[in-house]
C-alpha cells in the first residue's frame, strides 16, 4: 500500500495505491499452492445383482471411478482459479 498526499487549498487529500497478490506460493513455483482434492471417498462401489436362494442379497463390487477412469491417485489436482495465483490493483482516493 503506498500513499500520496495532495494538498489542494487547506484541505489534505490522499491518493491510495494497492497490490494484493493472492497464492503468492504459486507465483514462485507453479508446484506450489496448489489445491488438491481427493479423487473418491471409497475406492468400491457396491451393487446388488440378485438375490440367493436364501432370502439374502448377492452384492457386487466394482472398482470405483473418477472422470470415468478407474481411480490410480488418492488425490488429483484441481484445475481452477483457485489453483493459480493472481494480483489485484486498487486506488482510492481519501478526502478530508
Known sequence: MQDIFI?????????QFTADIFNFGNLIDPNWGKLRIVNAASILTASVTGVSPTGTTVPTFQMALANNQHITKTFRDNVSSASTYSIQF?????FN
Open 7 to 15: 494538498n489542494i487549498g487547506k484541505n489534505r487529500n490522499t491518493i
Open 90 to 94: 486498487g486506488l482510492r482516493y481519501i
